[in-house]
């Protein structure tokens, strides 16, 4: 069990992404804004996982993980995105992102992309 952010501002993609991933996780915290998932990260060095939304309001989900990285390098981010565009998984891994899936979200994918990189050993995705 492992602590999450979930970068998203739409609050029903939050909730169907905190519904699927509540079982793997010991907590799971909300930041609406790439400002906030900062601030979060700031406050919270212990988290194991950022589910980050590329479009959010006040700052992109690339320029908080840009951020971010500067001052937590071990921290898994995952970027979430309702965009295809094949630039879009370069720009994520440039900004520092650890991999991507795109929306609608897969959560048999979700959780093999988490296992990947986090290692934990909670059970497969069925």
Partial sequence: MFKILIAED??????ILKKN???ISSEILHAVTGVE????????PDLDLILMDLRMPVMNGQDSTRQ???FNKKVII??????TLLDDR?????AGCDDYISKPID????????RKHCGYGYPPAT
């Fill in 10 to 15: 739409d609050s029903i993609s939050y909730m």
């Fill in 21 to 23: 991933i509540q079982k």
């Fill in 37 to 44: 998932a900062i601030d979060i990260c700031r406050s919270r």
């Fill in 68 to 70: 971010i990285r500067q």
């Fill in 78 to 83: 995952i970027a979430q995105t309702a965009q």
């Fill in 90 to 94: 370069k720009m994520t891994e440039e």
């Fill in 107 to 114: 959560y048999a994918i979700l959780l093999e992309l988490i």
